[in-house]
């Protein structure tokens, strides 16, 4: 039988909690805020919407998620890039997009907001790839592997689809639907992350 420690537990209701409240508010805010298509705008850009604090929400409770995983992780490169990757999304929470329009005149604010997104996820993407083969390997994660292995790969082709379409919006033909391979993408990293986080983590690192 399974021994979960108090803390632990904490951590693993901590991260899911925070996975789930970001995934809840990113939806929410493509419910309520009309100013712009989710098909072809990046979630970050809704913040300069009329409810743009849902988005804010989602990256602070993304980043907590993010953090909260990492301490359950051993150590090792997974562990670090998780943390990285939660100080990345925390950073950009703190430093909004622009409006969606004009992308050869954005602010010091986008900018920064577009590098710590794009590191974020980039670190984030290469931790679900070492967990996964990591915890593939152990027999107590032998039930879990099927799914975090799908949700790998889904998160891995979505960030391809996501830095292709970014690209083509920028420069080639300015109408490739990025809001909807951004969310395929980040849909696809919080499944692997809740997979994760109610996984059979007996005992968290000091």
């Given amino acids: ?65 993010g953090a909260a995983l990492a301490a359950l992780v051993p150590g090792g490169a997974g562990r670090w890039l998780l943390a990285g990757f939660a100080v990345c999304a925390a950073v950009a929470a703190v430093f909004p997009a622009d409006p969606p329009g004009d992308w050869a005149n954005r602010s010091r604010s986008d900018g920064v907001h577009g590098l710590a997104a794009w590191a974020g996820l980039l670190m984030l993407l290469a931790a679900i790839m070492l967990l996964t083969r990591r915890w593939r390997r152990d027999p107590a994660w032998r039930s879990r592997t099927g799914a975090l292995r799908a949700c790998a790969w889904a998160a891995g082709i979505g960030l391809a689809l996501f830095a292709a379409t970014l690209v083509d919006r920028m420069m080639i033909t300015h109408s490739a639907p990025l809001g909807l391979a951004e969310r395929l993408a980040i849909g696809a990293d919080l499944a692997w992350l809740l997979v994760a986080a109610t996984g059979p983590h007996r005992k968290a690192r000091r």
């Fill in 1 to 65: 039988m399974e021994t979960i420690f108090p803390r632990t537990r904490v951590l693993r209701v901590s991260a899911a909690a925070g996975l789930v409240i970001c995934a809840l508010a990113f939806a929410l805010s493509d419910l309520v805020n009309h100013e712009y298509s989710p098909l072809a705008e990046a979630i970050s850009t809704f913040v300069n919407a009329s409810a743009g604090w849902l988005v804010t929400l989602g990256l602070v409770a993304f980043s907590a998620g």
